[in-house]
């Protein structure tokens, strides 16, 4: 249920004023008046309730009884409170017709007429701003042309035609538009009748284009716009930029970086084919914001799009008909790693973009021109300078509002604070992108619309001259033929709009002169969490560790570099970056692994107190890899040093490292292949050396002892000796 729904039975606000009138004890009601009520809180308070159950259950009966109120209290004898009752059922009336794109129109309006009514001290004033408002209307009045206003005669009706369906299936029609100095008789038939005064026709008229059967009844019907004008006026600039991108992942059942990126889909190449195509055959001027990776991707995916690549040369090769801004390698958010401290990727991202595109023949205008996408902050100030940006186009939800009421169509200075300088900036029209993914009409009438949304914004201004408007297609735009055909053909035979690139945009949009500069919404923008940043950093230097490696006679590094590129996209959330980097990690991985390192055998014997110990490299990598063998052991020691360099450009790569014995015994001596400069380890392995050498001291005190013993044998055999020829001779003599 709706909020409120079950407290609906018991309101009866009609019955309750009936019951107990607002002024009982006051004003008692005439004869036959069922009560009495106050026009200011007492018929708001119905009027509010009124429109809340239409709102709800949109039954027009509560909708009637708000005009019919509106209507009697215009009729009302005071005469200045008619007149601002009558003021006020205006304006009613003329926001309940005009489309969106009037907001700020219909803002203004009603500033003044509630300056009007709260004017009640100085009569004079009061009727004075009331004319004010009057005039206001009338001057809108006649620049938009309102359904319930005007109407549009249609002379002969088209069901009256026989329809014959073309080779193709369908009919096409040619119905001509009647100008107000036309003759009768002069105009073929069918044909349009404005039905206005000459030199009042200008305007934008909504059609409605109704099918119907030989009986009668409407098989279908929609509604479109006319735009007309019938004399020279200076027209709206408008810059209409298309990307030219699609989504890419890292595989992750891959080990090859040449094939660690998804490919193009076929749908998606053809639909990119058939926009480039068209943009080609048209000589309306455009903005195209490819990513590198994408066209890159579409080199690789059959007939369609490498057509598309090429094609995409031949439009770039004139900056001043189709001019090409130069992006990233993937489409990023520029603000939300500026935010995170990540000027390396933004660097490494805008070469990538501008030599990818340069190699596949793709000229760009250089990288002057951001255009900001979603949420923006402070942070991309700090983005812009290191890219070297001095032109923006930042969405106009992002800015805080404007004092001019009318449809922003002006360029501004935007500081984002700091000591950086201070962009030119431009908006991209919120109400523009909704027609580019509006599904409550067909492509072909969505591309009306927005040409009517410009017509109308043109009307606004229309002799002013130098004013524009920007329009960028919403994330995950996908290209129709049918929308993109019909905007271009509006485009180029409208007499009231001027398609340039961006780079004439800002050229010839002025500034708004009351208000040259304008402030962000909010401060704070996106940025990556510090994880993110961590694993994006520690991945960066892990890949400058490999390039320094690897010999540059392989693309390897590359891949890699874009990669980790295709991972920071600012097509996907936090959580599914730290996923593609994690891949990228898998990927790079798998390029490490094909080193090792081994021993001829598991354990070596030294019998003496130096040696060698042999060490063998194993590399099953296809190119040649630098590094540095380190080792280190507690009761060994290198007496050429523990780290030596190491090329490894064979399957097999052998040395011999010299080794001195500190103590006897099994020892293990870690080695390892390592980057030149650090960062990243190819192998990590372990080889166990037993020393059996005899020391000199050892052979010394061995020595010493043994003719210890040598002498003190010989002194007992001596003394043994002699004692048994003494007792020998002791007896020969008794």
């Known amino acids: 249920d709706l909020p409120g729904a ?14 107990s009138p607002p ?3 006051t004003l008692e009601p005439p004869s036959g008046v069922p009560t009495v009520i106050r026009i200011g ?15 709800r259950t949109g039954d027009h009966a509560w909708r009637d009884r708000i005009i019919t109120g509106m209507r009697d209290i215009a009729a009302l004898p005071a005469g200045l409170a008619r007149r601002l009752t009558s003021a006020r059922l205006r304006l009613t009336s003329f926001v309940s017709a005009v489309r969106p794109r009037t907001a700020p129109v219909l803002s203004r309006l009603n500033d003044l007429l509630l300056a009007s009514e709260a004017d009640t001290r100085d009569r004079r004033a009061q009727f004075s701003r009331v004319a004010e408002f009057e005039h206001a209307l009338t001057g809108q009045l006649s620049l938009i042309q309102v359904a ?8 002969a009706r088209t069901a009256a035609i026989p329809l014959q369906p073309g080779s193709g299936g369908g009919v096409t029609l040619h119905i001509t538009v009647v100008p107000p100095s036309a003759a009768a008789g002069t105009t073929p038939s069918p044909s349009l009748d404005l039905s206005c005064p000459s030199g009042t026709c200008t305007g934008v008229y909504p059609v409605v284009v109704a099918l119907e059967s030989p009986s009668g009844s409407d098989l279908d019907h929609f509604t479109t716009f006319l735009t007309y004008a019938t004399r020279s006026t200076d027209k709206l600039r408008f810059a209409w930029v298309v990307p030219l991108a699609s989504r890419t992942s890292i595989r992750s059942n891959t080990s090859d970086p040449a094939r660690g990126l998804s490919p193009i889909g076929a749908s998606t190449a053809s639909h990119l084919e058939r926009l480039v195509t068209t943009l080609q055959r048209s000589d309306v001027p455009v903005t195209l914001e490819p990513a590198a990776q994408t066209v890159q991707a579409l080199t690789e995916s059959g007939p369609k799009g490498k057509r598309a690549v090429t094609t995409l040369k031949t439009l770039s090769a004139n900056p001043s008909v189709d001019q090409v801004v130069a992006n990233g390698y993937v489409p990023i958010d520029l603000g939300a790693l500026a935010a995170a401290g990540e000027p390396t990727e933004i660097t490494a991202q805008l070469q990538a973009g501008t030599t990818v595109l340069a190699h596949l023949g793709v000229k760009s205008a250089g990288d002057t021109t951001w255009i900001a996408t979603g949420q923006v902050g402070t942070s991309l100030g700090n983005g812009l300078t290191q890219a070297g940006v001095t032109h923006v186009v930042v969405p106009d939800d992002q800015l805080a509002s404007a004092t001019i009421t009318s449809t922003w169509a002006y360029t501004f200075q935007l500081p984002f604070g700091g000591n950086g300088p201070t962009p030119t900036a431009a908006t991209s029209d919120g109400v523009l992108e909704s027609e580019f993914t509006s599904r409550s009409a067909g492509p072909a009438l969505a591309a009306t619309r927005m040409l009517a949304d410009l017509a109308m914004v043109h009307s ?12 960028v297609p919403p994330a995950g735009w996908r290209p129709t033929h049918i929308f993109d055909a019909t905007l271009l053909t509006g485009l ?3 007499p009231v709009v001027q398609p340039v690139t961006l780079s004439r945009f800002f050229a010839t949009v002025k500034p708004a002169q009351h208000e040259p500069t304008r402030r962000l919404a909010s401060a704070s923008g ?16 892990r890949l400058t560790a490999f390039d320094g490696a690897v010999t540059k006679r392989t693309p390897v590094p590359a891949q890699l570099a874009q990669a980790l590129l295709a991972a920071e996209a600012a097509y996907r959330n936090q959580r599914g970056m730290a996923a593609q980097v994690n891949a990228f990690d898998h990927l790079l991985g798998s390029q490490v692994s094909q080193v090792r390192v081994s021993s001829t055998d598991n354990s070596i014997t030294l019998t003496a107190h130096t040696g060698w110990i042999p060490i063998t490299v194993v590399s099953n990598a296809p190119y040649t890899i630098r590094g540095v063998l380190t080792l280190s052991s507690s009761k060994f020691k290198f007496p050429d040093g523990a780290t030596r360099p190491l090329l490894l450009a064979h399957p097999t790569n052998s040395v011999r490292v010299p080794v001195a014995a500190r103590t006897l015994g099994d020892s293990p001596v870690t080695v390892s292949f390592i980057a030149p400069g650090g960062g990243l380890v190819f192998a990590h392995g372990q080889v166990t050396v037993r020393s059996t050498a005899t020391s000199v ?10 003719a210890i013993l040598l002498g003190w044998w010989a002194r007992t055999w001596w003394t043994g000796r002699r004692r048994r020829r003494t007792a020998a001779e002791a007896g020969q003599s008794a």
Do not use: C, K, M
């Open 460 to 471: 606004e201004d229309p002799f002013t001259g130098q004013r524009g408007l920007v329009a």
């Open 148 to 155: 319930t206003e005007r109407t549009i005669t249609l002379t």
């Open 6 to 19: 079950r407290r609906r039975p018991p309101l009866r606000p009609a019955a309750t004023l009936r019951g």
């Open 41 to 55: 809180p007492d018929w708001y308070a119905l009027v509010s309730n009124w429109l809340t159950e239409w709102e």
């Open 697 to 706: 001291v050892g052979v010394v005190l061995t020595a010493a002892a043994l």
């Open 492 to 494: 180029r035979d409208s």
């Open 526 to 541: 996106p940025s990556l969490s510090r994880s993110l940043a961590h694993q994006i950093s520690t991945a960066r230097l």
């Open 23 to 25: 002024l009982r004890g």
